[in-house]
């Protein structure tokens, strides 16, 4: 299973632009790197999806680096209801989503 | 357009008992999937049904069970139930084949607890 790895929480003021980062060392060519995030006694969520080219969406932007190992999600303005945990998983052929831990975004007012 | 329905939201059953969760998936999607999330944890793939055939499994072992049926909808099994068990179990459905963007739409989960 594809791993990636990234912060268990972060903090934003609202209205300000969020990165959270995704490494993903362990990468094949054919991987897609999705983003998923999860509300409070919600099932996930779509947010955004890409292969190698940076992606922009009315959700957010993800940011995609060159070699592939890592790839941040940025969000353009921080709302409350952006204050969910957020999955960075590696998609391989089929449907099959391998979810790590997230990272837990608070969003202060 | 409907979206994924979960039954039940919520039940309690005893250790060594069997489940049965059912899913309906969005309609157009004839894949779905399962996930079992523990508490604090990110969802665990169980496995995929593609048109009624099983087509990818995670590390769960037999006694987590599953069908999909005609009109796609499907249903997670569990037998002789362990305290571990206990869990969120997410059904997830997507379009499958050429259609499919890679996104999931998942529902809003059933919570298990085993006593």
């Known amino acids: 299973d594809a791993k990636t790895t990234q912060p268990n929480s972060m903090e934003s003021n609202e209205e300000e632009p969020v990165h959270l980062p995704c490494n993903h060392s362990t990468i094949s060519g054919t991987d897609y790197i999705h983003w998923y995030r999860q509300l409070p006694s919600q099932g996930p969520e779509y947010v955004i999806h890409g292969l190698t080219s940076n992606v922009n969406n009315r959700m957010a932007s993800l940011a995609i680096a060159e070699d592939r190992k890592s790839s941040t999600l940025i969000l353009h303005r921080a709302t409350l209801r952006d204050a969910a945990v957020y999955y960075c998983?590696?998609?391989?052929?089929?449907?099959?989503?391998?979810f790590g831990t997230g990272t837990s975004l608070t969003v202060i007012p | 357009e409907t979206g994924v329905t979960q039954s039940p939201t919520h039940l309690i059953k005893t250790r060594g008992q069997q489940v049965t969760l059912r899913c309906s998936s969005q309609?157009?999607?004839?894949?779905v999937s399962w996930y079992q999330q523990a508490l604090g944890q990110g969802p665990q793939f169980i496995f995929q049904?593609?048109?009624?055939?099983?087509?990818g499994r995670g590390n769960f072992p037999p006694r987590f069970s599953g069908l999909q049926f005609p009109n796609y909808s499907s249903e997670l099994n569990v037998n002789a139930l362990e305290l571990d068990d206990s869990a969120l179990y997410l059904c997830?459905?997507?379009?499958?084949?050429?259609?499919?963007?890679?996104?999931?739409?998942f529902g809003e989960g059933s919570r298990l607890t085993v006593l």
């Open positions: 309609s157009g999607h004839n894949t």
């Open positions: 049904y593609y048109r009624e055939e099983e087509n």
């Open positions: 998983i590696l998609k391989s052929t089929g449907n099959q989503f391998y």
């Open positions: 997830a459905s997507s379009p499958g084949g050429s259609q499919s963007t890679g996104e999931l739409f």
